[in-house]
């Protein structure tokens, strides 16, 4: 069984920075993609940033320039750093792996960016 835990999240003043934290657990079959999720009220989960099993990564224009995403495969994590954080990055925030045709789901870790 495979689990996902994250960790890092909080309240933030605009301008700051938070770093996200996920470890995944449980057997994973290779190649895997690792990314983050976000969700906030009232609207659709949406991809913030995703690292695949290459290293190549993909980020919401949203975030890009600020938002950096990094993984270390022999633990099995990945990382968020979040820079320049803004009002509307306020979310909670889900680490997915993602397998083809499947995917795994933390249980969140809530951002609030607010002076």
């Known amino acids: 069984q495979v689990q996902l835990v994250e960790s890092g999240g909080g309240l933030v003043q605009p301008g700051g920075s938070l770093r996200l934290s996920c470890e995944a657990s449980g057997r994973i079959f290779r190649p895997y993609d690792m990314g983050w999720y976000r969700q906030a009220p009232g609207n659709q989960r949406e991809l913030v940033a995703l690292m695949a099993s290459g290293g190549s990564t993909r980020y919401a224009d949203s975030v890009k320039g600020r938002f950096t995403i990094s993984r270390d495969n022999a633990k099995i994590m990945v990382y968020l750093q979040m820079n320049s954080l803004k009002p509307e990055d306020t979310a909670v925030y889900y680490c997915?792996?993602?397998?083809?045709?499947?995917?795994?789901w933390g249980q969140g870790t809530q951002v609030t960016v607010s002076s």
């Open positions: 997915v792996v993602r397998i083809p045709q499947f995917n795994y």
